[in-house]
Antibody, heavy 127, light 108 residues
Framework: QITLKESGPTLVKPTQTLTLTCTFSGFSFSTSGVGVGWIRQPPGKALEWLALIYGDDDKRYSPSLRNRLTITKDTSKNQVVLKMTNMDPVDSATYFC???????????????????WGQGTLVTVSS | EIVMTQSPATLSVSPGERATLSCRASQSVGNNLAWYQQKPGQAPRLLIYGASTRAPAIPPRFSGSGSGTEFTLTISSLQSGDFAVYYCQQYNNWPPNTFGQGTKLEMK
């Protein structure tokens, strides 16, 4: 059974760096094509894909946010970490991590859907 | 840049009836389209991928159709647990992995 869970601060100040951790179980990065992505959702708004990382450490980023995002993984801990710099109140959202299945979409481009999602963690940016 | 447009924004349907939700892409995405269901306070749930393939454990009353730029999610015989927000997502074009704005399916 695949599960994912996000953790991190619920409140960050403007200009600070947000660090979120996704801890997962039920799958392994050693499986070719498997990945973990981050998606966010401002209150009452639509979903926005942020970043994706594969088991071979290949990474993909949203073009509109790539300068602010860093995604890494710790395979030994079954964790994926997302860092977002220079936080602003408009970045207030629920942040989800999700599993990319092995044969979804296009491995090379990072175009994919997500089949298992964490419960999400709400992050508020305010001074 | 691709844009995903869902219609209607809100759809009111009675339990037991059929619901038809639309998703339009501003350029062709082939059949690289997914549908998700999201209930308040919950994560999205994958319903359909490849435009028409049901995800595991998704009941057959959910069906997806379409290709290119026009897609439809049909829910036959609505049950109380089906009232939620539904999102389409393309995974074929730049920018990657873009979602529609959602359709809220509410009980009539």
């Amino acid at each position: 059974q695949i599960t994912l869970k996000e953790s991190g601060p619920t409140l960050v100040k403007p200009t600070q760096t947000l660090t979120l951790t996704c801890t997962f179980s039920g799958f392994s990065f050693s499986t070719s094509g498997v990945g973990v992505g981050w998606i966010r959702q401002p209150p009452g708004k639509a979903l926005e894909w942020l970043a994706l990382i594969y088991g071979d450490d290949d990474k993909r980023y949203s073009p509109s946010l790539r300068n602010r995002l860093t995604i890494t993984k710790d395979t030994s801990k079954n964790q994926v970490v997302l860092k977002m710099t220079n936080m602003d109140p408009v970045d207030s959202a629920t942040y989800f991590c999700a599993h990319r299945p092995r044969f979804a979409g296009n491995l090379l481009t990072g175009y994919t859907y997500f089949d298992y999602w964490g419960q999400g963690t709400l992050v508020t940016v305010s001074s | 840049e691709i844009v995903m447009t869902q219609s209607p924004a809100t759809l009111s349907v009675s339990p037991g009836e059929r619901a038809t939700l639309s998703c339009r892409a501003s350029q062709s995405v082939g059949n690289n389209l997914a549908w998700y269901q999201q209930k308040p306070g919950q994560a999205p749930r994958l319903l359909i991928y490849g435009a028409s393939t049901r995800a595991p454990a998704i009941p057959p009353r959910f069906s997806g159709s379409g290709s290119g730029t026009e897609f439809t999610l049909t829910i036959s015989s609505l049950q109380s647990g089906d009232f939620a927000v539904y999102y389409c997502q393309q995974y074929n074009n730049w920018p990657p992995n873009t979602f529609g704005q959602g359709t809220k399916l509410e009980m009539k």
